[in-house]
């Protein structure tokens, strides 16, 4: 597979979503979170990731194909965006941080002058005068509406009065659920580095090991080990402890105690959503037909993924496995869900009863049969794989048997 780079993803991104705009006669698609402004302009915005503030920014991408993505922002974070940014333009809102101009750098480009009204209102006003600009001052927008506080939708429905506004999220997701190759690398590269983790992070683990050692060796193992990238997530337990955690268990761990990582790392804001289990020791009978449950389904989703299927297919196909399996009682909302942007890790669409979506060559999905049991812990299989011509490739190289340390 020939890799494209960045530039060429954001196009294939820019030529699918105005074929989706056309069949849906959208005028253009307003991102407004982190993940979708990201995905549709290539650009991170510092203060929706780092600093998690909401309608900061937006991507505006337009059906007409002679113009370019429009990327709204105020100008102390403006300063950051690339120049040379692939099919894109910047315009700038003022902020409350006063940017000065003393060289004249900026020429006619710079304003100086401070917001005079609420940031999100400089913002959509903004946004309007770039439609109009545009020639778009009728027909349909679509717009993260469900996404945003009600402040930000009321400013942005006052901001373009003339325009009937359409909720973007099904678009955005289906565009996001198929992945380009350079996407595609960087899943892959997360996922290898993920495992690198665990790996490291196992030689070291033993009965007395605490899940907060454990987790401080796991992102020790990514900065030492796989070009110090970060963790997105590493949901690590050990015992009993089944429920997420950000301030891990110090209590050591004992012979017999499941260790389970569910962890996920960041390379170029793509994350990977993998899971395996070890335990301290020999596992108890209990655990062992658990696992051989799971484990079982979880070979039949692999063996099953190919295009064509519904997704809701594979989860009708694997859940009556499980049970037959030694697990009667297994009850899942799904099954798994496509990987990448999302900071949440999970990303539809979903291996649910309902899902009708497809799988489609270039996926990226995340296959998992977990279990949570009161007294005996928590159970992962987790697989990332690509959906091919003809089946699914799994890019995750770690043995799924239970492992004992």
């Known amino acids: 597979m020939v890799l494209l780079n960045k530039a060429e993803h954001l196009r294939d991104v820019t030529e699918r979503a105005r074929a989706i705009m056309e069949k ?13 402004f990201y995905y549709l302009s290539g650009h991170p915005s510092t203060f929706m990731y780092t600093l998690r503030m909401s309608e900061v920014a937006l991507a505006v991408m337009f059906r007409d194909p002679s113009r ?7 100008e102390f974070e403006a300063a ?29 480009r710079y304003e100086g002058r401070r917001p005079v009204n609420h940031q999100v209102q400089e913002m959509f006003g903004l946004l309007g005068e770039v439609l109009n600009e545009y020639g778009i001052s009728s027909g349909t927008v679509a717009a993260e509406l469900n996404a945003m506080r009600y402040p930000a939708v009321e400013a942005l429905r006052e901001a373009v009065p003339g325009l009937q506004l359409t909720e973007a999220g099904p678009v955005l997701t289906e565009l996001r659920a198929l992945k380009t190759p350079w996407e595609i690398a960087q899943l892959r590269k ?42 997105r997530f590493h949901m690590i337990s050990v015992g009993s402890h089944f429920a997420p955690a950000h301030i891990f268990d110090t209590r050591p761990g004992q012979p017999g105690d499941l260790v389970k990582f569910d962890v996920g790392v960041d390379v170029a804001g793509y994350g990977s959503d993998i899971a395996r289990t070890f335990v301290l020791g020999t596992p108890s009978d209990t655990v062992k037909r658990i696992y051989s449950a799971l484990r079982t389904g979880h070979d039949r989703l692999l063996e099953l993924i190919e295009p064509g299927m519904p997704m809701k297919h594979a989860f009708d196909e694997v859940m009556p496995v499980i049970r037959r399996s030694g697990l009667p009682n297994y009850n899942r909302g799904h099954l798994g869900h496509s990987a990448g942007l999302s900071l949440a890790a999970e990303e ?11 799988f489609r060559p270039g996926m990226v999905i995340c296959l998992e049969t977990p279990y949570y049991g009161y007294g005996i812990g928590s159970i992962m299989i987790e697989d990332m794989v690509l959906v091919t011509e003809n089946g699914c490739e799994r890019l995750n190289k770690l043995s799924r048997e239970l492992i004992s340390l």
């Open 68 to 74: 370019r993505t429009v990327i709204i922002m105020n």
């Open 348 to 358: 539809a669409p979903f291996l649910s009863p309902s899902e009708e979506t497809i």
């Open 24 to 36: 849906e006669k959208v005028e253009a698609i307003v991102a407004s979170g982190c993940e979708n």
């Open 80 to 108: 950051g965006v690339p120049e040379d940014l692939p099919g894109c333009e910047l315009r700038t809102y003022p902020t409350w941080v006063d940017v000065d101009d003393p060289l004249g750098l900026r020429g006619n």
């Open 190 to 231: 997360s996922c290898e580095y993920a495992e690198i983790g665990i790996t490291e992070t196992i030689k070291n683990i033993r009965a007395g090991s605490s899940a907060a050692e454990i987790a401080d060796t796991f992102r020790l193992a990514l900065l030492t080990h796989a070009d110090g990238s970060n963790s």
